[in-house]
């Protein structure tokens, strides 16, 4: 699933003056927050859940995690945040520093919520430290030790090579201007606010070589495939209910868009010039579907694996101009068996198994196309195809000398070209005090 993570700069004065009085029902103050339409809900929702905190340790837990959450999405109704897909503090990859988020430099959140954990005494103990699993709040730094973590982070961050730096950008970005506002910093993944970016870099830093153009209506643009000069970019804080593709034409400039009315995993085209989607449509939320198509807005077919199971397909390209495509694997409870990963190709406007291709029961497989100018590298459990011989369909494996038989594509002998369509997103972060994140959403 991974984490969708935003970086918060939060106020701790209005936390502990403003949201906490408002959670006890002790302050009827309007603010920002109120003017979500979901707002009530939620109060409403911990509340409901404060109520309860004392029952047992579980609910208790339960109960400050969304305090937490609730009063995180507080703070962004009026400062700015950052989101950033797999990345926060506590997700901090131990491989390129082990001594990330040094515990001095953190803080503990339940000194934001005395009054209330006065008024409930089960909360005492059970705030989040950092992310142990979706839907949680993260690292704390009070106001002062924001500098300081600020010091920690920059040395780190510089010293790596420069493409990988990318993913540390808005962190660094909200602790300058959490640090300039004497203000604190707070994470979370999975939090009740728009999964988006509300800070920017100054502009001294920004390239003044680069052009901007807007995204169309609102998008916001999160890449999901590329053929020559047209690039598929899905609405990443849309799904489920706004479910939008931008295929961005940039043969010349400004770019021209072109929008399809569904949110896309994958986008690829065919050297025939056919479209493939692997996208979901708001009446059927979370069910991936391959769907064909003559232009990237026009009119899809679609094309039916033997079973859907819960999500569908996870991923299409093609295979000269044969659709192949991904059926996710799942796990299944409380069996916890997996139903592995499978390997499609379009039949008789169906998807069927690809023979000769075995299924994987891993979660996380690695597989893909690689489109060569001689032909197409299918990729598959991380060995490399190549099709021999331009009728062929019926795919054998090949030994390890990379022989094959001559009616099946031939596995490529020692390193090949790869592509990872999908990976996992994953941490192991140490002693937490929750052990499993709440969904704060709106019931309505």
């Known amino acids: 699933m991974g984490f969708d993570c935003t970086l918060h700069v939060v106020d701790e004065k209005r936390i502990r ?64 945040y950052h989101y950033e897909r797999g990345f926060c503090l506590s997700l901090w990859p131990e491989a390129e520093s082990p001594e ?36 949680s709040p993260g690292c704390f730094a009070s106001a002062d030790n924001v500098p300081a973590f600020l010091e ?14 990318r993913p540390y950008r808005g962190l660094l970005l909200v602790l300058k201007e959490a640090a300039s506002r ?46 020559g000069p047209i690039v598929a970019f899905s609405h990443a804080l849309g799904f489920p209910n706004d479910c939008r593709t931008a295929f961005a034409d940039l043969t010349a400039w400004p770019p021209s868009f072109s929008i399809a009315d569904e949110y896309a995993l994958s986008a690829a085209r065919s ?7 692997a996208s979901m449509t708001p009446d059927r939320p979370y069910l991936y579907r391959v769907r064909v198509a003559d232009r990237p807005e026009g009119a899809k077919t679609l094309l039916l ?51 000769g291709f075995p299924p994987i029961a891993e979660k996380f497989p690695t597989f893909g196309v690689v489109h060569l100018d001689e032909g197409d590298v299918l990729i598959w459990g991380g060995d490399g195809y190549e099709r021999r011989g331009a009728g062929s369909r019926r795919p054998s494996r090949s030994g390890r000398n990379g022989t094959s038989s001559s ?3 031939r596995r490529l002998s020692g390193p090949t070209a790869s592509s990872t369509c999908a990976s996992a997103s994953s941490s192991t972060p140490g002693e937490a005090r929750t052990r499993s994140g709440t969904c704060l959403r709106s019931r309505t």
Not at 152 to 165: K, N
């Open 407 to 409: 009616d099946g594509p």
């Open 152 to 165: 920690w982070v920059e040395p780190r961050v510089q010293a790596l090579p420069e493409g990988d730096r």
């Open 17 to 80: 003056d403003g949201f906490v009085p408002r959670l006890l029902g002790r302050s009827d103050e309007r603010c920002p927050f109120d003017e979500r339409e979901d707002a009530d809900a939620l109060w409403a929702q911990v509340r409901e859940l404060l109520a309860g905190s004392g029952r047992d340790a579980d609910s208790a837990g339960r109960a400050a995690n969304t305090a937490c959450q609730l009063a995180i999405a507080y703070c962004a109704a009026e400062l700015p």
């Open 305 to 355: 694996p033997p079973d859907e199971r819960e999500n569908g397909i996870k991923w299409a390209d093609f295979l000269g101009e044969s659709v192949v495509a991904v059926l996710d694997a799942k796990e299944v409870y409380p069996e916890k068996t997996m139903l592995p990963a499978l390997l499609l190709i379009e039949q008789d406007g169906r998807l069927a198994p690809l023979e």
């Open 271 to 277: 050297r025939g010039g056919r479209w493939v989607t």
């Open 182 to 227: 004497g203000l604190a910093y707070w994470e979370g993944t999975d939090l009740p606010v728009p999964m988006m970016v509300t800070i920017r870099p100054p502009a001294d830093l920004r390239r003044a070589d680069l052009e901007e153009h807007p995204s169309p209506e609102g998008i916001h643009l999160a890449c999901v495939g590329r053929a």
């Open 100 to 135: 990330a988020a040094p515990g001095e430099l953190l803080d503990d959140p339940e000194g934001l919520f005395t009054e209330l954990v006065a008024e409930h005494p089960a909360l005492a103990g059970r705030f989040p430290l950092e992310i142990e699993s979706n839907f």
